[in-house]
């Protein structure tokens, strides 16, 4: 039975533009998918919000996994905040499992997202989900919470994100996803 890791945001201190935070609407994306991934034969373990990053990458490589899903939203920096829109799926750049996993999240979460030009994969050095992890990795920006109109996508989409990472997993993995 396929393996995997969902490690949503940790950063509680990370506030959306019209209230709440990172932590919590991550974790209902998590939350979501649970059955989408029982359904689709795939077991999970989860970290927790109480957890350090250190401590959630700890448990992802005490584990067997074939996948190390990071889940996020970004923010801009002060002098752009608020102004950016988009999804990045970042992905080391010497994974190549990394690699692929991060190209289907973005081909499929373009099929979501309201701007699918907006989606794009980066590789990185500088994310420790990404460098510090022995399983493929890739971390997930789903949109900008610090602009309105990404953080109302997020909001409002919670079931429909959480379908599409699931479908993600299961096609990187090469099982039938299936509705539960």
Request: avoid cysteine; proline fraction near 3%.
């Given at each position: 039975m396929p393996n995997i890791y969902l490690s949503p945001s940790l950063q509680e201190w990370n506030p959306y533009v019209d209230g709440g935070n990172e932590e919590y609407y991550m974790n209902l994306v998590a939350d979501a998918m649970e059955p989408y991934l029982r359904a689709s034969g795939i077991s999970f373990t989860r970290n927790s919000p109480d957890m350090s990053l250190r401590q959630a990458i700890n448990q992802s490589n005490m584990g067997n996994y074939d996948l190390h899903l990071a889940i996020h939203s970004?923010?801009?920096?002060?002098?752009?905040?608020?102004?950016?829109?988009?999804?990045?799926?970042?992905?080391?750049?010497?994974?190549?499992?990394?690699?692929?996993?991060?190209?289907?999240?973005?081909?499929?979460f373009s099929e979501l997202y309201p701007n699918p030009e907006k989606v794009r994969t980066i590789p990185t050095t500088s994310l420790g989900e990404l460098r510090l992890t022995r399983t493929p990795a890739a971390l997930i920006e789903v949109a900008y919470h610090d602009n309105l109109d990404d953080a109302r996508f997020i909001r409002d989409n919670i079931n429909a994100i959480a379908r599409n990472l699931s479908k993600s997993v299961a096609d990187t993995l090469g099982v039938p996803f299936v509705e539960p």
């Open positions: 970004n923010a801009s920096g002060e002098s752009s905040a608020g102004r950016n829109r988009g999804v990045e799926v970042y992905y080391y750049p010497t994974s190549e499992k990394g690699q692929d996993f991060a190209e289907t999240l973005a081909t499929n």
